[in-house]
């Protein structure tokens, strides 16, 4: 049973340009959530999507943007990438619409030059 | 606003040596505290859930707590392979499905 997949694992990007990160939630689950996590920090929570609509967005600029498609998989898009966007990127899907633990993948490590 | 603090933010142990990893929460109102672990170039992995006050859970080596303002994750006689990032994270009332996270506490075990 494939847990959480996320891709690519490394990215690296200039400022300006525009990336997608795509996430692929376990078996079962319907719910995906998308979190940045910052080196030495504690992951902070971007949106969550739940029936291909946005449900519940954090405290993050109208530049990150994301989708959720028929079978459950999501991506994360970013704009005008600035040199704080540098981070570890972290999909988590659940199901009960995220009432339940989280389960995360491994990861997006992105890094804006 | 949530809120959660983790202390202290790095720790040394010797192996056996048992200790107490800290989480301290301002929540509108509990819906569920969780305790992660998170290894290097890894995403955090579900250790437990605490929904109310005098709750505890244990999984082998580690043992969580919690009280209305903190709870503990308690390691005895820990192992080298314990050695991680342990997060915790609370869901309030207010907040939707959101999970609001501490910065974490970087345990290090030595043989």
């Known amino acids: 049973d494939a847990g959480v997949t996320q891709s690519p694992t490394h990215l690296i990007k200039t400022r300006g340009q525009q990336v997608t990160l795509r996430c692929s939630p376990k078996?079962?689950?319907?719910?995906v959530s998308w979190y940045q996590q910052a080196l030495g920090q504690g992951p902070q929570f971007i949106f969550q999507?739940?029936?291909?609509?946005?449900?519940q967005r954090g405290n993050f600029p109208d530049r990150f943007s994301g989708h959720q498609f028929p079978n459950y998989s999501s991506e994360l898009n970013v704009n005008a990438l600035l040199l704080g966007d540098s981070a570890l990127y972290l999909c988590?899907?659940?199901?009960?619409?995220?009432?339940?633990?989280?389960?995360f993948g491994n990861g997006t490590r992105l890094t804006v030059t | 606003e949530d809120q959660v603090t983790q202390s202290p933010e790095a720790l040394r142990l010797q192996e056996g040596e048992s200790s107490s990893l800290n989480c301290s929460y301002t929540?509108?109102?509990?819906?569920?505290l969780f305790w992660y672990r998170q290894d290097p170039g890894k995403g955090p992995e579900f250790l437990f859930t605490?929904?109310?006050a005098g709750e505890e859970k244990e999984k082998e080596r580690l043992k969580a707590t919690l009280t209305k303002k903190e709870s503990f994750l308690h390691i005895t006689a820990p192992k080298p392979e314990d050695s991680a990032t342990y997060l915790c994270?609370?869901?309030?009332?207010?907040?939707?499905?959101?999970?609001?996270f501490g910065g974490g506490t970087r345990l290090m075990v030595k043989p």
């Open positions: 929540v509108s109102g509990l819906r569920g």
């Open positions: 999507y739940y029936e291909e609509e946005e449900r």
């Open positions: 988590a899907s659940s199901w009960d619409r995220g009432q339940r633990p989280l389960h």
């Open positions: 994270a609370v869901r309030g009332y207010n907040a939707g499905n959101m999970l609001t």
């Open positions: 078996s079962g689950h319907d719910t």
């Open positions: 605490l929904y109310s």
